[in-house]
């Protein structure tokens, strides 16, 4: 933009004038499309951008407003605080196969059971298993961390929640990365942290997070062969995104043999 100055400072007024009409116009042109640009893949997840189709074939959209993560061809790992007691329960509807919840390619299936992480009381233990009405095939499955190995790092998180504090939930599949935040730092923005059964995810300077309705969602990293492994599932936080208030996630690795007892349970 001075570039385009320089010359104008040479020519006459109405020249003048023209030249600086055009170089608003330059200037608001160029900066448009990267504001809307900004607008559309950067506020998701909160902080995030667009998932591309088949990208995290595991994940599951949940009608009661929550994320999941697929288990196996029939279970669906979800947060406690998403579903209700454990028992029968045909009333959810979970959508699959898709980063649009509207496309007509979407699988959609029908609960038949929800389990509920056993002394669930609001207060950590965050995690359910719901048994799909029939299995669905051709997804790949997000294996769970059974050790405490992959609990640091860069973390990936995805979810139809809310784009920003208070904002809509999201007809695309966003996703986000978050660094590993450690329980001794956690616990100074939250007291209430329960170190053995949550672990903490975001960047102090806030701006990317997941947000309400990405519960129940998986947090995910890369294994020692490359591959997708969850750590963390979508839990709660204060408010969405804020400096210094990381997302707390229910720490797979505690839970992994009381989750794959329960799935075994549930006929696997
Ligand atoms: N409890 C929220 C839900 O039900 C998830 C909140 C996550 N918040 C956060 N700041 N990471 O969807």
Redo the contacts with the bound molecule.
Sequence with gaps: MSAGRAPARRAGTHARRLLAVLTAVVAIVGVLPGAAHARETRESVVGGTRAAQGEFPFMVRLSMG?GGALYSSRLVLTAA?CVGSTGTNTSITATLGVVDLQSSSRITVRSNYVYRAPGYNGNGKDWALIRLASPVTGLAALPIATTTAYNSGTFTVAGW?AAREGGAQQRYLLKATVPFVPDSTCDNSYPDLIPGEEICAGYASGGT???????GGPMFRRDASNAWIQVGI????N??ARPNYP?VYTEVSTFASAIASAAASLGG
């Design positions: 929550c605080h929640g997070d997941t947000c309400q309705g990405d519960s979508v839990s709660w936080g408010g969405c997302g």
